[in-house]
């Protein structure tokens, strides 16, 4: 029943939505009615496809660097308190200073779109790797470090018996944000980059659309980027359900 | 009984980086196999001892020889903490598996060790579960089986019963005596409660607080094996009645 419920309520809202624009007569390049923005995502996919392929190209890309980056970083800081206390205030000042700020700086000094797009989709989707992994570094039980000394345990055994099992969790909490901002800073990066060219993204298609009127068209493109959002984000959901099922032997409590 | 010692500490004391004194011209000997106590407030210093022994710490001055300071690399100690201290990403065969892991032992070795240790304590059936799946007298029993399967010369014990229930107390500490004769073991038990000391202990140290000190000696003369029986004896209770006179005296000084 409790997975039912969202589904209802979207149902109800777009039910709403339609009888509204319907008997209002709100034209389409107003408010499009939600069957519209279907029949238009159906007539459109082609092209819409091929831009959503090159956005998560982007997003995913920039999700696997933010997490070798994140994760590398965390390593390092969590073996040198000096380097963090140096180095974790400018993460920091990255990551509250607005993309949307940054990027057109970013587009200035990466010549290539596309690694020019990783790297903003990227500043915003490594900090939560980061900082989770270093509190799951940070977070290991006193007592068993002190038991691995006891038993003589060497760095790689410390490293792969005790840290790494015991940072997944935050890690994998870290990941399931970042999954979900990699796509934000894709989609935010674009906008800014007003790209036009061979190999664009759905956020080219949203500003063509808005600069043709084409709301249906608009609407259609950010369905997609919805919907795209939330299957990544359960994808992640999913997959960190299972690895901490895996490991921990029980079912780890949802969305902690 | 042999009376080799297999722990001596001469005039130790230890400071730490702080500047707070933890303990104060400490010496103690445990003769092989022998049921040492260490008896005392909280903040005496009882678990800074343990970790000179283990050679996790080392101290400002004066000496300590056991076998974890003089082998380190024989694993010939083994310490049990208040928590069980396991990984809760690893099973109950691999939690105990740890020890002999960390050696470099290979898989058909640490079946062969493991299965009688877990006979021991009573998990055979348990070998697969997550210590989240057990109750916390059964994840003690584990913590203890992970400590006995290097068949350690020394045990160490960090007050490991204080957070269980009475009854699993009782029973933990009648399995303790047993294991305890069966192998020869020399233990050094911390704990803050005197019908504990007598109860498992040939001689009991009544620590101080500020700094950590030793005051007095007590002696616990009843005969092994204790039975239950031995609870309620009048010999238990003249025992327990000189150890709490002792344990007010190494209180008086100190503010409460």
Known sequence: MNRALPVLSLLFLLLVWEGVVRGLAIPPYVLPTPSLVLLTLWSSFGSLAVSWWFTLKISFGALGLACLGGVAIACVFALSRPLEAALLPLAVMLQVTPLVAIAPLILIYVESTTAALLTCAWVIAFFPILSNTLAGLRAVDPNLADLFRLYRATRWQRLRLLLVPGALPYFLAGLRISSGLSLIGAVTAEMVAGVAGRETGLASRILEASFRSETPKMFAALVLLVLTGVLVYSGFNALSRIALWQLYGERPKENH | ?256
């Open chain 2, 1 to 256: 009984m042999n009376t080799r010692p297999a722990v001596v500490l001469d005039d130790v004391s230890k400071t730490f980086d702080s500047g707070l004194q933890a303990l104060a011209s400490v010496s103690l000997q445990a003769a092989s196999g022998e049921f040492l106590t260490l008896l005392g407030p909280s903040g005496c210093g009882k678990s800074s001892v343990l970790k000179l022994i283990a050679g996790l710490d080392t101290p400002t001055t004066g000496s300590v020889i056991s076998p974890a300071t003089q082998a380190p690399g024989e694993a010939a100690t083994a310490f049990v903490f208040q928590d069980p201290t396991l990984m809760p990403w690893a099973n109950v065969f691999d939690n105990i598996a740890l020890p002999l892991r960390l050696a470099g032992a290979s898989r058909e070795m640490m079946r062969a060790r493991i299965a009688p240790v877990l006979a021991t304590v009573g998990l055979t059936e348990f070998a697969g579960s997550h210590p989240a799946q057990l109750s916390g007298g059964m994840r003690m029993r584990v913590s203890l089986a992970r400590a006995l399967v290097t068949q350690p010369r020394v045990l160490l014990m960090d007050e490991p019963f204080a957070a269980l229930d009475e009854i699993t107390r009782a029973r933990l500490n009648q399995d303790l005596l047993a294991w305890w004769i069966e192998r020869q073991l020399t233990v050094v038990f911390v704990t803050h409660s005197v019908y504990e000391a007598v109860f498992l202990s040939q001689r009991v140290l009544v620590m101080g607080a500020r700094p950590g000190r030793i005051l007095e000696e007590v002696e616990i003369t009843a005969p092994y094996p204790r039975a239950t029986t031995f609870r309620t004896s009048l010999e238990f209770q003249q025992a327990c009645a000189r150890l709490t006179a002792a344990l007010d005296r190494a209180q008086a000084g100190a503010p409460a």
